[in-house]
């Protein structure tokens, strides 16, 4: 009896570690994934290029669609259509700067509107709905290397003190925090959208660097004078300097609730 007995516990156990085998790999470690795909989705956009709008609608419309994934939409406004009869009031030669990084990091011979960069590896034109969907699908379906929190502990005086906390301090990384208008609309008077009424979504008001040392801090943030606690908030995400990838994103809104100084993460 007792034999009979072994032989069956013998059994279960081979059973088990077979069925085990099945779902794992040779050479291969069964993990939980805890760093879910993310998507920062880049849009180099201006008010002087006629070629724009559809690429401003096009975030505008991905918006809608993704408000409970992890997709964070950046447009920057660059500066060099504004000698062409409009002045861009959004925009900025910190963020054609930014653009013209990027065209080093991705080794593009110039640089162009609109033009979209996702996750800081891969680029097109920025009115390409079908190129856009599937970069999007492909970047939330592979793990992130890395992780980061933001916190707002406060806001006083123009500025916010943020909280951040990540699981990584590799080499070469750098912490960005972006100051976003969630929405605007313009009269253009001149220029190549002279006489339209462009609606725009996730404006970069302020992008600000902070490298990356330890695995939290505080950083102070100044917020623009147009700044507005319902209809601002905040992306920061990590990139490598070296090759402009970027690991790992997180948002932070405004709460109404507590708009004397408080804000709290979402997504």
């Not at 040392?213 to 920061?236: N, S």
């Amino acid at each position: 009896m007792k034999s009979s007995k072994n032989f069956t516990v013998a059994a279960v156990l081979i059973v088990t570690a077979l069925a085990s085998a099945a779902f794992i790999k040779p050479g291969k470690t069964a993990r939980v994934n805890n760093k879910p795909g993310f998507a920062v989705i880049e849009l180099f956009t201006s008010e002087g290029c006629s070629s724009c709008p559809p690429a401003d609608e096009l975030v505008a419309k991905i918006e809608t669609e993704v408000k409970d994934k992890p997709v964070y939409i950046l447009a920057y406004h660059v500066d060099y259509w504004n000698s062409l009869g409009w002045k861009d009031v959004f925009s900025s030669a910190d963020f054609s700067k930014r653009q013209r990084d990027y065209a080093r990091y991705l080794h593009l011979g110039q640089i162009y509107t609109p033009q979209i960069v996702v996750n800081g590896k891969t680029e097109f034109v920025g009115s390409e709905e079908g190129t856009l969907r599937k970069a999007i699908k492909s970047t939330l379906q592979t793990n992130a290397s890395a992780t980061i929190a933001l916190d707002v502990e406060s806001i006083a005086s123009s500025k916010a003190t943020l909280k951040y906390t990540t699981n990584t301090t590799e080499k070469n990384l750098t912490l960005l925090i972006a100051v976003l208008q969630k929405n605007a609309q313009t009269n253009v008077e001149r220029g190549e959208n002279g006489g339209r009424k462009l609606s725009h979504i996730q404006i970069v008001r302020k992008l600000q660097s902070v490298p990356l040392t330890t695995a939290g801090g505080i950083v102070t943030v100044a917020l623009p004078k147009e700044f507005d606690v319902k209809t601002w908030e905040i992306t920061g995400f990590l990139q490598n300097t070296q090759n402009g990838e970027v690991t790992a994103a997180s948002h932070a809104t405004f709460s109404e609730a507590e708009s004397v100084g408080t804000m709290k993460n979402s997504k």
